[in-house]
């Protein structure tokens, strides 16, 4: 069977894709690659559609450079489930062509087993089918490295930009403007006076006039000179004063209280109750 398809990409870029295994690998519709990488990338499962039905092949393909525009792909394998096998040998052609470049593929093989139950149509239409998907697929790794490489070629070193650009400003500034601007440096930073320091600003005299507000009350600053002095544990621990510090509690009365005016009612009300039967025995 004969067949052409044709991909707007070089037959550079098609071919650096064709002499690498395991680029080309990726192309093949359907490929599952073994778990075992020491066979190679061409080794492993084709799963090969064909009408209503899907037949998985085992075995391994392998790829041969006749010439940079020609090469052959031949493979064969045995049916995952079943004991079918099948051979098959793929020629391409690389064609330039305006815009792209022409696939001039030629397929032939041998099967047994359940492909052999297939119609010529069925097998046809599916051969075709893989070898214009294989196709899309190689133009498509092609592209990805050519896009790969621009953007690589776009990247810039980011060492090499701040030299050169330091090397330009050094360039640009020197001369004697670079001197006009910048005047004799005479003090030191050692010679700079430092104003002493102070924990409250008011008691330096320097904000007699804070933007018409009153001072703060005595008592604020002796409390804050009072607790500077201190250490943080004790300030931490100091009980608040003014109008934070806590209302005592009201203190209770003691059972002492209670009984020196319980006791004389007590024996009152014993001495009444004592007059009260005598008289009412003197009526009877």
Known sequence: MEHQVFVPVPADDLRAV???????AGCVPGWQQDADTGTGPLAGRLKVRV???TVTYRGALSVTE?????FTVDGEGTEARGSGTVRFSLDLRLA????????DLTAGGTADGRAAAFTPEAAGAAVRRMLERAAEQLAAAAVDD???EEAAAEVSDPV????????SEDGAGTGEGLDEGLGEVTASLFETEVPPPTLDPFLAGEFDDFDGAPRPPAEAAHARRTMIGRSAEEVDHAPPRGRYAPVPA????TAGDSLRWIAPAAALALASAVVIGRALRRRR
């Open 18 to 24: 064709l002499r690498d295994p395991a680029r080309l």
């Open 51 to 53: 009408g209503g039905s």
């Open 66 to 70: 006749r010439d940079p525009a020609h």
């Open 96 to 103: 330039g062509a305006e815009g792209g470049t022409r696939l």
């Open 146 to 148: 050519l896009s790969a």
């Open 160 to 167: 090499a930009d701040a030299e050169e650009a330091e090397g």
């Open 250 to 253: 009201p203190s209770s009365t």
